[in-house]
């Protein structure tokens, strides 16, 4: 095949997994302060199939698209001006997110800054399955809500992708976790840093916990999740409304309870991604991914996550 070309999985049309199609496309070249990596892992998100779905990002795209953020692999080449990163770099990042990063594909290309290396201690396939989850629950916890230690945090959908690691992250900066997940995860949870865990669909959460000073909400408005948090949440506490943003239902909630809200949005953050490599390697954090897919079986990787039933993350393999 053409060193021009390269295989990748594209959308052209908002729609479900049987538009994602994968196919031969012409590769990017790197701009000035641009990295050309050859990505051998690319993480999957929820984003990502809501995007495809034509929801979540997708107002910002252009079709046709190659989905994906979460990005592992090696340093291809560079472009001028880079400094900080050399052909043969082990990296990973969260490239140019909410525009696309093509990380369906054999090569990706962005700022230099927008990837870190990689952990050492951990394959291109658990490092792929870091860069958005991780990103999205260091930031949430440690920009938005500056956690201290001592306080009670409260993480909704504790054993997705975002929420394993915010429980983690909750522990690593001495705050006290409390969390939601269906019993068979309750265990996992345990040994990853909660100290509570809470069957959410035996029981409502805000009947069996309380006093909580951040709230890190993965779920949003359904079952009004977000608005009976504020329930739960001291009086000058944050709610991180995550999925949706602060719906003005919570909105109102919040205000009458003197509860505090935040929506949020991801950030490509190297700064970040340098810190959460050196957890993962002094092993105070790890990333669980419960099944790999090859490139070309992205339709069926998309299919299993969109039951909401994972533990962790999924993966597609690309080299």
């Known amino acids: 095949m053409s060193e021009h070309t390269m295989r990748a999985v594209t959308i052209r049309e908002f729609g479900g997994p049987e538009v994602l199609t994968a196919e031969r496309v012409a ?29 979540g990002m997708a107002g910002l795209q252009t079709l046709p698209m190659i989905l994906g953020w979460d990005v592992s692999g090696v340093v291809e080449e560079v472009g001028f001006g880079v400094t900080t990163l050399a052909p043969g770099d082990e990296v990973y990042g969260m490239p140019w997110f909410p525009r696309a990063a093509g990380a369906y594909a054999e090569f990706v290309t962005a700022p230099s800054r927008h990837f870190a290396r990689k952990p050492a201690s951990v394959g291109h396939v658990e490092a792929a399955s870091l860069p958005l989850a991780a990103l999205t629950a260091w930031q949430a916890l440690v920009d938005t809500a ?27 900066l001495g705050a006290e976790v409390v969390a939601t997940a269906r019993e068979p995860r309750h265990a996992w949870l345990k040994e990853l840093g909660a100290d509570e865990v809470i069957d959410y669909t035996r029981q409502p959460f805000e009947d069996v916990t309380g006093d909580i000073d951040i709230v890190i909400d993965l779920i949003g408005a359904l079952d009004d999740t977000d608005a009976r948090s504020v329930s739960v949440t ?45 957890l993962v390697d002094s092993g105070a954090v790890r990333v669980e991914v419960e099944r790999t897919f090859a490139l070309e079986e992205a339709a069926e990787a998309h299919r299993l996550g969109e039951t909401n039933r994972t533990r962790g993350k999924l993966v597609l393999t690309v080299n």
């Open 146 to 172: 500056g956690v201290k230690a001592g306080q009670r945090v409260l993480v909704h959908a504790a054993a997705g992708g975002v929420g394993h690691l915010a429980v983690q992250f909750a522990r690593h």
């Open 234 to 278: 001291r009086p000058g506490g944050l709610v991180v409304a995550i999925p949706g943003g602060v719906s003005e239902r919570l909105a109102t909630v919040a205000a009458q309870a003197g509860v505090r809200t935040s929506p949020f949005l991801v950030e490509p953050d190297a700064t970040a991604l340098h810190t959460i490599a050196g």
């Open 27 to 55: 590769r990017p070249e790197p701009l000035p302060t641009e990295v050309l990596v050859r990505v051998h892992a690319a993480g999957i998100n929820p984003v990502d199939w809501k995007t495809r779905a034509g929801q």
